[in-house]
């Protein structure tokens, strides 16, 4: 199985911040990778699409890169709708795996 | 607009069985393959299962292989799970989830809570 591992866990940042955060694979998964977001008590919401694409109606401040086993998700301004965690997901083989999560929060 | 319902949660006894079912409207169901994935209490996402669009090919992760069932009827735009053998560990809020393209699952369902507890 491929193990997704998301760095940090959790972060804390003001309004307007830049703020980024990576997931590293255990294999080279090329750009098989989404990342999803899930606010509180909410049921997740794709984001970003093959490593790097925008799902259609979010917002340009979310951006994704990455390909082989190193990814990065950066949120450029954060805004106060953009807490909660954020997964990635990887479908280059079965079974699909997700990472643990990298939580955000305003200060 | 695209929405996915889930039902059929609930409280269920180690050993038990439980059906959960998914509603599916404002999208061809019959085009697109589907999920289940589920989120224990406090903790991360883990897939489960996931069929083709006629339902010929199913998948399972490790953790529910040989005790759950995935299925569909197409005609009348739902997807199912049937989990037999319940245990602890499967306490947990399923999701159902379309997938928009390859294994990428957009959008997804409420959730649907399942505690299997004595």
């Known amino acids: 199985d491929i193990q997704l591992t998301q760095s940090p866990s959790s972060l804390s940042a003001s309004v307007g911040d830049r703020v980024s955060f990576t997931c590293q694979a255990s294999?080279?998964?090329?750009?098989?990778l989404n990342w999803y977001h899930q606010k509180p008590g909410r049921a997740p919401k794709l984001l970003i699409y093959?490593?790097?694409y925008l799902e259609t109606g979010v917002p340009s401040r979310f951006r994704g890169s990455g390909s082989g086993t190193h990814f990065t998700f950066t949120i450029n301004s954060l805004q106060p709708e953009d807490i909660g965690t954020y997964y990635c997901?990887?479908?280059?083989?079965?079974?699909?795996?997700f990472g643990g999560g990298t939580k955000v929060e305003i200060k | 607009q695209v929405q996915l319902v889930e039902s059929g949660g609930g409280l269920v006894k180690p050993g038990g069985s439980l059906r959960l079912s998914c509603a599916a409207s404002g999208f061809d169901f019959n085009d697109h393959y589907m999920g289940w994935i589920r989120q224990a209490p406090g903790k991360g996402l883990e897939w489960i299962a996931y069929?083709?669009?006629?339902?010929?090919?199913?998948y399972y992760a490790e953790s529910v292989e040989g005790r759950f069932t995935i299925s569909r009827d197409n005609a009348n735009n739902s997807l199912f799970l049937e989990m037999k053998t319940l245990r602890a560990e499967d306490t947990a809020v399923y999701y159902c989830?379309?997938?928009?393209?390859?294994?990428?699952?957009?959008?997804w369902g409420q959730g649907t809570l399942v505690t299997v507890s004595s």
């Open positions: 997901q990887q479908y280059d083989s079965l079974p699909l795996t």
């Open positions: 093959d490593a790097s």
């Open positions: 069929m083709d669009i006629r339902g010929f090919d199913t």
């Open positions: 294999k080279d998964i090329t750009d098989y």
């Open positions: 989830a379309r997938d928009s393209r390859t294994k990428t699952f957009d959008p």
